[in-house]
Structures are given as C-alpha cells and as structure tokens.
C-alpha cells in the first residue's frame, strides 16, 4: 500500500556532485521521518541524513557540509544532495520513512525502504 521509489545514483569522479530522490505514494496520511542510509560492501547499514517533518535534520558526521537533505511535505518526496564526494562515499543509498497511512480500516504506522540505489565516486 505504501512504496518508496529512488532515482539519481549512478557514477561520478571524486569531488563531483550527485543528487538523490525519494518519492512515497500510497495511502500516506503523514509520514514523521524521512531519511537515506547507505551500505558498503561488508559494513552495516548506516544512517546519512534524516529529516523530520518539521523540518530539523541530523547528518552523519562523515557527511557533514557536503550532503543537504531536504524535503517536501505535500509531495511527500525527500532529497539528498551530495556534494565533494569521496570514493569511500561509495554505496547502495536507500530511502527509508516512517509514516503513518491508512490501510483500508484504521490508521496504521510503519517503517517503510525503498529498493536502493548505487553511488559509485571512482576516477
């Protein structure tokens, strides 16, 4: 009933830019947090960048003025823009959400993932 898609990942050289989108669709009522986390090869999934929906976010230290995350409440869309990238930058970014929708008899509050996407920072 709920689905996050992402778009933007892909390849850039070191010191590029990338920017990253997440739109949720379904039958959202609210959704409290948005954010990305990444993984890389053999490490744990780590969060990057959340946003609360008013509008406060916290950023991992490793991407701290680099990465802006942003949101809009009525498109119920996130995006992370990433600026300076580094190769160790390089993973699988996923949308994740934490909202509240509907589901056909009552109100209902999840967690929800998005399929993820892949950032490659190579020369």
């Known amino acids: 009933q709920v689905q996050l898609v992402e778009s933007g990942g892909g390849l850039v050289q070191p010191g590029g830019s990338l920017r990253l989108s997440c739109a949720a669709s379904?039958?959202?009522?609210?959704?409290?947090?948005m954010g990305w986390y990444r993984q890389a090869p053999g490490k744990q999934r780590e969060l990057v960048a959340r946003i609360i929906s008013g509008g406060s976010t916290n950023y991992a230290d490793s991407v701290k003025g680099r990465f802006t995350i942003s949101r809009d409440n009525v498109k119920n869309t996130v995006t992370l823009q990433m600026n300076s990238l580094k190769p160790e930058d390089t993973a699988v970014y996923y949308c994740?959400?934490?909202?509240?929708?509907?589901?056909?008899?009552?109100?209902?509050?999840?967690?929800?993932w998005g399929q993820g996407t892949q950032v490659t920072v190579s020369s």
């Open positions: 379904g039958s959202i009522f609210s959704i409290n947090v």
């Open positions: 994740n959400a934490d909202l509240t929708y509907y589901n056909g008899r009552y109100l209902n509050t999840d967690v929800y």
